[in-house]
C-alpha cells in the first residue's frame, strides 16, 4: 500500500507530466499520425498559416471581397492558350487543403507541400485550371513581405534548367536565346492583373507520404500584381506540366477534393491523389476535353432548374464548342459560379419569381432579400449529362452575418468579346466530394461534409 504522500507525489508528477504535454501538443497538427490524412488550416481559422486578421465584417461582405477578383479570373480563363497535351503517370494519398488567405485576392485553397532536401514546408494555391508550379525563391523583388520563400541553395536536389531541356518548351512565356545556353526562364500572367517572371527548375516535391523526384516548377524571381500566391501555386490541371503529367502513373490519373466552407472556424477538408479511397458510389458525367484548352475541366452542363421549373436557356448558351472554348468548366479558383450573361438573367428571373421581393444588390450579387423568405427559396439544380446536382442551400445561398439578408450566391460572367465561358466555383462546390478521374474522361460529385 503506498502512502497518502506517496499517492499524492506520483498524482503530481502525473498531472505535470499531462500538462506538459498538453502545453506541447499542436492543436494545429493533424490529430492521426498517418501524414496522409493530415488536418485542414483554414481561411479565417486560428490555425491558418498565413495569420490573416479576423474579418471584421461579416461572412458576406468577405465573399463580396474575396469575388471582386472574380471577373479578372474569369476573362483569364477565358484567353488560355493550348500548350502540349498531358501524359499521365497507382497509389493512393491525402492532402490537407484549407481556403487561401484573404489577401491573395482570390478565393482559392491551400496545402501543404514540402519541397527541396530537406523539405522546405510550403502552403501552396490548388488551381485546377493551371498547370505548371511555382513558388517565390529567396531574392524574389516583389514577392509578399509576409510569405515564406524556397531557399534553393539549401536544397541538395535542386537544380535550375536550360533552355535545351524538353520541358522548356512545354511553359507559357518562355524566354531563350536562339543560340548558347542559358536558364530556361519564362514569364507568365495570374489572375488577370499579376504577373512573375520565374526560371523553370527541378527539386523533389513531397505531397503527404509521396516523394516526387525532380518536379519541374517556376523559381519565382519577380512578381507585380495583387494576385500572386504569397506562397505558390500547384497546377492541378490536365495539362503537361501539370501534378497529374509530372507524377507519372503514380496517381493514375485520378484525385479528389472536399472544399471546406468559408464559414467554419473548425473544420477539415482533404485532396486525395490516386484511385485508392475515392468514393465507391458517386455519380459521374463525363469529363470534355477541348484541345485549345487542354489544362481545363469541361464538362457538358445541359440545363439548370429552380424548384420544379426548368429555366428557358437556348442549348447554344451552354453548348461545348472546341473552337471558342465555351461551355462550363468546373474551377477551384473563383469564388462564386459565373454564367454568361443570357444564362445567369434567365436563372436569375426565375428564382426571383419564386421568391417574395423586395430585391436589392450588394457587391456582385444582385438578388439578395429578406432571409425571412428564404423558407421559399426554392433549390437550385444544374443538369449535367448523366448527373443532376442539387445544391445544398449553403452552396446557393449566402447570408449577411445579421442573418437578416440572403443573397443568391451566383453572378454573371464579365460581358466581354471572351465571355463564353460558364464557371461552376468554390462556393458551389464546399461540403461536397469532387472526383476528376481523367483516366476514364470522368467528374463525380457526392455530399460531404467537409466542416
Known amino acids: 500500500m503506498l502512502s497518502s504522500s506517496m499517492e499524492l507525489a506520483i498524482v503530481a508528477v502525473l498531472f505535470s507530466s499531462l500538462l506538459s504535454t498538453a502545453l506541447a501538443f499542436d492543436p494545429c497538427a493533424s490529430s492521426k499520425s498517418d501524414y496522409s490524412d493530415l488536418s485542414v488550416i483554414p481561411i479565417y481559422g486560428k490555425c491558418s498559416p498565413f495569420n ?141 492583373d499579376s504577373s512573375f517572371s520565374a526560371t523553370l527548375s527541378h527539386d523533389t516535391l513531397q505531397l503527404a507520404n509521396d516523394a516526387i523526384p525532380n518536379y519541374a516548377f517556376g523559381c519565382i524571381n519577380s512578381a507585380s500584381g495583387g494576385s500572386i500566391p504569397p506562397q505558390g501555386l500547384l497546377g492541378m490541371g490536365r495539362g503537361s506540366m501539370s501534378l497529374l503529367s509530372q507524377s507519372g502513373s503514380l496517381y493514375s490519373g485520378v484525385f479528389s477534393y472536399c472544399l471546406p466552407s468559408f464559414k467554419s472556424y473548425y473544420f477539415s477538408g482533404s485532396l486525395k491523389l490516386g484511385p485508392l479511397g475515392q468514393p465507391k458510389n458517386i455519380k459521374t458525367t463525363p469529363l470534355l476535353k477541348n484541345p485549345r484548352r487542354p489544362s481545363l475541366y469541361y464538362v457538358n452542363l445541359t440545363g439548370i432548374s429552380i424548384g420544379k421549373i426548368q429555366v428557358p436557356i437556348a442549348p447554344e448558351l451552354l453548348a461545348f464548342d472546341p473552337n471558342t472554348g465555351a461551355g462550363t468548366i468546373i474551377d477551384s479558383g473563383t469564388v462564386i459560379t459565373r454564367f454568361v450573361q443570357p444564362v445567369y438573367n434567365a436563372i436569375r428571373d426565375e428564382f426571383r419569381k419564386q421568391v417574395k421581393g423586395p430585391f436589392s444588390s450588394l457587391g456582385a450579387f444582385d438578388t439578395c432579400f429578406s432571409a425571412t423568405n428564404e423558407d421559399i427559396s426554392p433549390p437550385v439544380i444544374l443538369h449535367f449529362t448523366g448527373m443532376d446536382l442539387v445544391l445544398p442551400m449553403e452552396n446557393s445561398l449566402i447570408h449577411s452575418s445579421s442573418g437578416s439578408l440572403a443573397c443568391l450566391a451566383m453572378a454573371a460572367a464579365p460581358n466581354n468579346v471572351n465571355s463564353v465561358l460558364n464557371v461552376i466555383a468554390n462556393l458551389q462546390q464546399q461540403n461536397l466530394r469532387i472526383l476528376f478521374d481523367t483516366a476514364n474522361s470522368r467528374l463525380g460529385i457526392a455530399r460531404e461534409l467537409c466542416n
Open 52 to 192: 490573416p486578421p479576423k474579418p471584421a465584417s461579416s461572412l458576406l461582405n468577405t465573399v463580396i471581397k474575396m469575388a471582386s477578383k472574380d471577373p479578372e479570373r474569369v476573362s483569364y480563363l477565358s484567353s488560355l492558350v493550348a500548350v502540349p497535351p498531358p501524359a499521365v503517370r497507382k497509389g493512393a494519398s491525402s492532402v490537407p487543403i484549407a481556403p487561401g488567405q484573404q489577401v491573395l485576392n482570390i478565393g482559392n485553397y491551400v496545402l501543404r507541400a514540402k519541397i527541396g532536401t530537406p523539405g522546405q514546408l510550403m502552403f501552396i494555391v490548388l488551381d485546377t485550371s493551371s498547370d505548371a508550379a511555382w513558388v517565390p525563391c529567396s531574392g524574389c523583388t516583389g514577392c509578399a513581405a509576409s510569405s515564406a520563400v524556397f531557399t534553393s541553395n539549401a536544397s541538395s536536389t535542386y537544380a535550375s534548367l536550360d533552355c535545351s531541356v524538353p520541358e522548356c518548351t512545354q511553359v507559357r512565356g518562355v524566354s531563350c536565346p536562339t543560340t548558347g545556353p542559358a536558364s530556361c526562364s519564362f514569364n507568365q500572367s495570374y489572375g488577370g
